[in-house]
């Protein structure tokens, strides 16, 4: 149950990036398209970061500690860009225009999740 209200979680949080990034777009053609196809950007974007994100951190915890951080800015985006590649090979219509989008976007992302993780009182 907590990873199907997490992956509405990540859903809600993509689909608030593609109203408020210019370049973060869904363009399913009814509203339950548009859901089904956020639902399954979600799922792919938990994949992505369940497999590659500590990967990365391990080969690049020498950026974090010298970035105070910063740099899981970059690769939050870098993973929302991967996502939006995967997504076009799976033929979702989710697409991101670049890494600026994707820097945005991974920022609300990581924000509306977390606060809706608030909100929703989950322990993980």
Known sequence: MKLIIKVLIVAASLWVATQLVAGISVS????????????AVALIFGLVN???????KTVGCAFYVLTLGLFALVVNAG???LTSWIADR???????????????????????????????????
């Open 28 to 39: 399913g053609g009814t509203t339950v398209e548009t859901v089904g196809t956020l639902i």
């Open 50 to 56: 369940a497999v590659l994100k500590p990967i990365i």
């Open 79 to 81: 993973l929302l860009l």
């Open 90 to 124: 799976v033929d979702l219509p989710f697409h991101v225009d670049g890494f600026w989008a994707a820097f945005w976007g991974a920022i609300i992302v990581g924000v509306v999740s977390w606060l809706l993780d608030l909100v929703l009182g989950r322990d993980d």
